[in-house]
């Protein structure tokens, strides 16, 4: 099995950039497809952005379309997602999930899931 842990969370002003680093280990992550969720306090995750095995391979939530982008590199077992444009509903814990399949943008899919990383964005 994979094991994740997520890093790069803070708090940021509205409009500015964070880029969110998952880092897997037990396993090279070059095996699995893999998912950003964020959730809200009370709420279930949502789907955010995935890559396949093949980094070519991306799918976004249309809320972050054109300002998000998630990237691997599996030579150092890391995923990414660069996250600009920062609005302040985007406040959440935020989330890397692999699955050893195709890639999904349901949580349920995934079957490993890091700690998770707090992101503030204030107005």
């Known amino acids: 099995q994979v094991q994740l842990v997520e890093s790069g969370g803070g708090l940021v002003q509205a409009g500015d950039s964070l880029r969110l680093s998952c880092a897997a280990s037990?396993?090279?992550?070059?095996?699995?497809?893999i998912g950003w969720f964020r959730q809200y306090p009370g709420l279930e995750r949502k789907f955010v952005a995935a890559?396949?095995?093949?980094?070519?391979?991306?799918r976004y939530a249309d809320s972050v379309r054109g300002r998000f982008t998630i990237s691997r590199d599996n030579a150092k077992n890391m995923v990414y997602l660069q996250m600009n444009g920062l609005k302040p509903e985007e406040t959440a814990v935020y989330y890397c999930?692999?699955?050893?399949?195709?890639?999904?943008?349901?949580?349920?899919?995934?079957?490993?899931w890091g700690q998770g990383t707090q992101v503030t964005v204030s107005s």
């Open positions: 890559v396949g095995v093949t980094p070519d391979i991306t």
């Open positions: 999930a692999a699955v050893q399949s195709r890639y999904s943008d349901s949580a349920g899919s995934y079957d490993y």
């Open positions: 037990g396993r090279a992550v070059s095996n699995y497809a």
